[in-house]
Every structure is written in C-alpha cells, then in structure tokens.
DNA sequence: TTAGATCGCGCACCG
DNA sequence: CGCGATCTAA
C-alpha cells in the first residue's frame, strides 16, 4: 500500500484518498474537513452513516486521532453496533478502543468508573420508567399529595423534565418559593425521590445523563481527564439532544477539548416529548463560533416519488432551514393511498397488499408497517396471523419490560445491589409467601430508624416480632440472595438458581392461569440470553449484564427480524429504511395525533413524523387510514389527515371507501375506484349522530377487503345451489361462482331477498349443504 | 393480614 | 382492552 501516512504501525489503515473515493463532494468535504466544529446537515438517506465512518476512518488514517481519543454517540445500541461495525470493517483492529455507544451507555459507563465521587458504588441500579412511577406512587401516598390531583405518571413526567434541563429539586425549590403550594408539594416529591434514589445506589435514566454532567462540574479534575481523553467527538442524530445531552457535549469540548461533529436533520426531530431541544441544531453556529457547516441534499435511498411527498409535506413546517431533497434513483412507483371504512378494512388492506408484493418475488423482510401508537398494531396483528404472514413487532410491551422479566432481573439486581429496595419490594412476595403491605411496612419503619435497607432489615427478622411464618420466610429470602452473592457461578447459572430456590419457576408451573405457561417460556428465553452474554462477554460481570439489559431499545431487537414484516411506531422507524413501507392511521387524532393538536409545536413535530415515516420508504410506499376506528373501548368516526391534504394529488393513487364532501378533496380520488368490484354493506354502525346518514351504505372496496368481520376460510369452496349461513344476513343460497382459489367470489341470493357478492375466503359464511 | 376476584377507569411517542 | 384500586372471603 503506498500510504500518505507516515505512521509505520498503522499498516493496517486505509489510504486516506481511498476512504473518500466514490462519495460526492459534500461527503467528501465532511470527511476530510479538519477544524474545532463541524455541522453536517444530513437530509434523509444522504448517507451519513458513511459520512461519519469514513469521517472516524480518515482522522486515523491521516494520524489525526487515535482510536482511543474517539468517542462516538449514536442514538441507538443498534446504529451503535452497525458503525461499529462498519468501522471495523474499514479499520480492522485499529478500531479497537474506541467509544461508539449511546448517550446512556457512555455515561453509566463513566458513572461506574467514577461512582467513588459521588457516594455510589459501582454497582448501582438503573431505573426505568415504571420503576420511578412506583416509587413516586408511594411518595404521593404518603405525602398525601394526591389531594393536589398530583398523579404519580404527571409527576415523574414534571421530575424527567427538569433533570432533562438540569434543574435539580433545590434549584426548583429555590424558584418557586412559597408562592405556589402545588408546585411546593412536587419540589418535596422530587427531593424525596432523589433521596429514595440515593439510599437505594440507584439512578433513574435521565439521571445517567444529568449525573454526569453534575459530576463534571463537580470535580474539573475528573471533567478534564476525559477531556484529555477525547480529542474527537462525534454525535448522530444531534436534532434530538436535549439540554442536558448538550451540556455534556459542552463540557467535553470547552477549553481546548475535543473537536466536535455534529450530524443531524432538523426535519427528523421528534423526541421534543423527552426534551429534545431542535435549538441544539438550529443554532450550532451561534453556539461554536467558526463552525463549518456541511449540507447532504442528494438521496440514495428513495425514489423521486416519495422524495417528493416527503418534501411537499416538510415544506408546511415553517422556521425551518430548507433544503430539498433529490434522487437520481428515478420517478418509481406512484404512491397507494388507501381509506378503508374500519381499521379492520385497512388491516385487511395491508395484508392483501403484502400478500400481491409477496407472489412479486418481494421478501416479508423488506416490508415495514408503521403506526403513530402502539395500540394500532392489534388489528394489523390479528390479520397477519389470519393472512398467515410471518410479522414481528419491535417495542410494544418490550420482553425486558414484561413482569416476569422484570422479577427476574429484580433477583439479579439485588445480588449486585442489596440497597435496591425497589427491586426487593418487587419480588419480596413474588412468588407470595405471605409478606404483605402490611409486613413491608413495617420492615420499611425499621430500615428507616436504623438507616439500612431492607434487604438489612430483612436480614433481623427475628427480632421484630413476626409471626413464625413470616419470619421463616423473610430469613428464607434473605439467606437466598445472601448464599447468591457468595457463590461465583457464572451469570446464566445464578440467574437460574435463583428462579428455582425461589419457588418463582414453580408456582408459574403449578399455576392454571394459561398465561403463566408463556411467561415461563418467556423466563426460559431470559436465561438463554443471560448464556448468550456469558458467551459473547467471558469477562462479563453481573452487573455489566443488567446495565446492558437496562438500556436495550426497542429497535434494538430488530437484528434478526429476517423473514419476517416489521411492525413499529413511527419513532422507532428512525434511522431505518425499508423498500416496501406502509404507513397506516393517517387521521387526524392520530397523526397528528389529537394529544400533539393542542400543544404549541405539535403539529410542526407530528409533520416531521409523517416526514421521517415516508423517508424510510424506498421503492414502494402506501399510506392508509381508517374511517371508523375502535378507541377508548368504543367506536369513534375520524377524519382523514390533514397532512395527506399536503400531498400532491398526482403522487398518490388512492383507493378504497368513497370518502365524503369533508375528506380529501375531489382530485385525490382516482377513477378505478368506481370500479365494478363486490359491494357488500357496511356494518350498521351505531348512530354517529348524524342521522341523515342512510343505515347501511354501500362501499366500494379494494380486493380482498371485504368485510369486518374476518375470516380465513382458506380452502373452502362452494359452488351454485350450495346453501350458506352467514353471520350478518342469514342464509342464502349460492347463484354462482367467479374467480378460483383465494380469489373466489360467490353470489349469493339470501332468504330475505338480498344478493350479496361475498369473497369467499374472507367472508363470515360457513356452508350448511351442497 | 393476605390473596383472589371483581369492578371501573383511562388509553402517545422512548433510551 | 389492560391494569390498578377496591371488595370479600378465609
């Protein structure tokens, strides 16, 4: 290799013209740009995974950096992973030493190493969410501070987002003084949780950023250590800082430390709800003076088609920097645009629809289906499981979020953490051995007057007068975790003996519940995943498996979806790309979803979730929504969105239900959906007060989305003078077939007089005679 | 005092 | 429809 470099151990580096060759200019210059700040503003698909890996690459391969003076933030452990990766790939084992992980995962790491400074051991506990939720629950209990209509989820949501601004209860205490005696109770609430927090060794998620920060500050010695270490910094996704993310970046690049690449798009920001601050962004310029700014605009990832829809619908937000994205991957495919009269009907849609693309040659794999909220993928799931496709859904109830997963890791974690209260509270009588609330109090009261935990209390049961039963059973569970710390098995072993000497496998085997045979299957693919990571991490302890677990994300688990549709939100759709995508619910209340309509901004952010939902598209995109959809327990009429309004009409064919005078307007409605096609009734829905409205219309529908009520009677067939029941019209007999296979469709004359023309895989009918 | 059953409310997006 | 608060039986 003839190296421009002049390093003699760095054979095993790229030549620094080969790491630009074949990118465009402005990746190039991305690349190769050598300064304090650098901005790369990096439109949808413009390649800027690349950009950053060959960014990493060139400071190496000119002998600009070393590995170890790298640190690299992704937004995800999965892009974290894949730029590992690819790193690797264009550095072999120079890449080694660098840091290329999640804002989290960088911070627990350095708040382990560091823990000494701030009173905590190295073990601590990582809360979530719902960890926090309970805890606060108590509080707002015993502070009786519900009489101030304060709700635990309101609460901590009010705590996030002032550590997400770096406002600790002292400082809000400090602001809001007297006057206000709602916001005096949450100040007490939040300086209680700390408190809860600190006896425990734990950090709750926000705190891992904000922490380190406080700890920064704290201690210049420790700031400037890392500032040493790191001379380059780099950030994806930088539109989704938040203030406390920026500060951290801030101390690592103040006063002669890192150099900074920053790479974002402020069109794909939408975590505003956890505090992302588009400003990070905005104003990078101001904020590093000198800056250089870099914009990607050419798409290498999606037809002209969607690019276009993708920026006629950015082009409503206002106060943005505009830029227009372009392909020279040509027109593509027209947009399919789809209204179905229930969310049933736009199930039903995308199912046929994969179904087409499927006998096409199209792989499930390269299929995506994306919602606005989690509670829309029941109805797509249902039909999937009836179309037969195979499908997998990433976030939802994530696995480590389900119960008994979570009871699991509560047992590990008070191996590793024996002040973790909150995990002891959690499985103290899971399995029941008959410690109630009652009992946990007053074990509570003890640890309070003593200042131990209740792991310590637990462990003089003896001496606080319980009955012979329950103190058996406290000793019991305190020498289990006691005789679990001691040993030295590894991880997947303990995991397991845990779950056996505590009876928890077995009461899950005894139980009729018929749930409980799943969530042991769930807790037998727990173990398996503790293996896996004694596998992967030989050297692995504990407590990095429980940290790794912790901040695991939904798109996370996306890695071995081969084979199969994905589901998701839209949020988790970021950063990925699919080129068959279907984006469904496209309504308003949903998106924009009815919560975002009321908030200042929230339009402008369900706008770039629409955007970043169609920018994941590559070759094919549909766009569907539903004109009833069941909700909050009942059926409620909606409207179309108003961002499809935004789309132009040429781009999309539309078909599906008629769409009444307030829809879409007029030219968004194609000629082919009067096609003659099978008209069935609508289900009578209960009056939607509008009683003008006649009780059964007619539709007309897509092939193959036929009724509501549906079935797969896949192989039945029926021919004329069979008789038939179905379930809405009764019996009938059959006049005549058309079509074969999936695609046969009967006409039936029912006994009151109505003709019907039914699919008959699909239709609620079962045949009664020949 | 605990455990199981029933009732009733509320129901984004996430590392 | 799922979960948590509340009721009731032991």
């Known amino acids: 290799m003839t190296s421009l470099n002049f390093h003699d151990f760095s054979t095993s580096l790229p030549d620094a013209d080969e790491l630009v060759r074949g990118l465009n200019p402005q990746q190039r210059a991305a690349v190769e740009y050598r300064g304090a700040a650098l901005l790369v503003v990096a439109g949808a698909g413009s390649g800027k995974t690349r950009v950053l890996t060959h960014r990493i690459a060139s400071l190496l391969a000119t002998g600009d950096a070393w590995p170890s003076q790298v640190l690299a933030i992704t937004f995800t452990n999965k892009a974290a992973a894949e730029m590992r990766d690819r790193v690797g790939t264009l550095l072999g084992r120079e890449a080694q030493g660098m840091w290329i992980s999640t804002f989290h995962s960088a911070c627990v790491r350095i708040l382990r190493a560091e823990a000494e400074h701030f009173g905590y051991t190295s073990g601590f506990s990582i809360y979530d969410a719902q960890d926090s939720r309970v805890i606060l629950k108590r509080l707002i209990k015993k502070y009786r501070a519900d009489v101030f209509t304060l709700t635990p989820r309101g609460v901590a949501a009010k705590i996030s987002k002032m550590k997400n601004d770096l406002v600790d209860a002292d400082a809000y205490l400090r602001t809001t003084s007297g006057s206000d005696p709602v916001a005096r109770m949450i100040g007490e609430l939040f300086r209680e949780y700390e408190a809860e927090l600190r006896r425990a060794n734990a950090f709750d998620f926000d705190d891992l950023i904000a922490q380190t920060v406080y700890l920064f500050r704290a201690f210049p010695d420790v700031a400037e250590r890392y500032r040493q270490r790191f ?63 870099i914009l990607l605009e050419q798409n290498y990832r999606s037809s002209q088609t969607i690019l276009d829809a993708a920026n006629a ?32 009907e736009e199930a039903q849609f995308v199912v046929d629809t994969i179904g087409a693309l499927r006998d096409e040659g199209t792989r499930y794999s390269d299929i995506a289906v994306f919602y606005r909220t989690n509670a829309q993928s029941r109805a797509l799931e249902d039909m999937l499981i009836r179309g037969g496709v195979p499908y997998r859904i990433l976030g939802g109830t994530r696995f480590y979020e389900r119960a008994e997963i979570k009871d699991a890791l509560a047992y590990l974690t008070i191996v590793a953490n024996p002040n973790d209260d909150q995990a002891l509270r959690r499985v103290i009588n899971s399995p029941k051995r008959g410690i109630g609330d009652a009992s946990i109090a007053q074990l509570a009261s003890f640890a309070e007057r003593t200042g131990g935990s209740l792991f310590d209390a637990l462990g003089h049961a003896e001496e606080l007068g319980f009955g012979p039963k329950l103190r058996q059973a406290m000793s019991g569970f305190h020498a289990l975790i006691t005789r679990a710390a001691a040993g030295s098995e590894p991880l997947d072993e303990l995991a397991r003996n845990l779950l056996e000497s505590s009876g928890y496998l077995a009461a899950l085997a005894a139980s009729r519940d018929p749930q409980d045979e799943s969530r042991a299957e769930n807790l037998e693919e727990f173990l398996s995943v503790a293996a896996e990571f004694v596998e992967a991490h030989p050297d692995g302890t504990l407590v990095d498996f429980l940290t790794e677990v912790s901040l695991v994300a939904a798109v996370d688990e996306l890695d071995d979806a081969s084979g199969t549709v994905s589901l998701m939100t839209l949020h988790t759709a970021k950063g990925l790309e699919f080129p068959v995508v279907f984006i469904t619910g496209l309504e308003e209340g949903i998106l924009p979803h009815a919560m975002a309509i009321q908030e200042i901004g929230g339009i402008a952010e369900e706008r770039r979730l ?64 009067q096609r003659e096609q099978p008209e069935i009734p609508a289900r009578s829905n209960h009056a939607d007060g509008d009683a003008a409205q006649p009780k059964r219309r007619v539709q007309r529908v897509w092939p193959g989305a036929l009724t509501t009520e549906v079935r797969n009677n896949e192989g039945l067939v029926v021919s004329a003078g069979d008789r038939i029941r179905h379930t809405a019209f009764g019996e009938g007999t059959v006049q005549a077939t058309t079509g074969a296979g999936p695609k046969l469709v009967a006409q039936v004359l029912f006994d009151d007089g109505a003709h019907k023309k039914l699919l008959v895989r699909l239709a609620p009918i079962e045949k009664i005679s020949d």
């Open 231 to 293: 001379r380059h910094v780099l950030v994806d996704e930088y539109q989704d800082t938040n203030r406390a993310q920026y500060a951290l970046i801030r101390e690592l690049t103040r006063d002669g430390g890192a150099s900074l690449t920053v790479v974002g798009d402020s069109d794909q920001s939408i975590y505003a709800f956890r505090g992302a601050d588009i400003r990070n962004i905005s104003e990078f310029e101001k904020d590093f003076p000198g800056a250089k700014t």
């Open 313 to 344: 619908v950015i082009g409503n937000n206002t106060d943005r920097r505009v830029k227009r994205l372009w392909s020279d991957l040509g027109t593509g495919e027209r947009i399919q645009g789809f209204v179905g009269y229930t969310a049933h």
């Open 610 to 673: 629409l955007y970043v939902g169609i920018t994941r598209a590559q070759q094919r995109l549909y766009l569907s929504l539903a004109l009833n959809r069941a909700q909050f327990g009942g059926p409620s009429a909606s409207v179309p969105s108003r961002f499809l309004e935004e789309i132009p009409a040429e781009l999309v064919h539309w078909g599906g239900a008629r769409m009444r005078r307030s829809g879409l307007p007029a030219a968004h409605y194609s000629r082919s959906t």
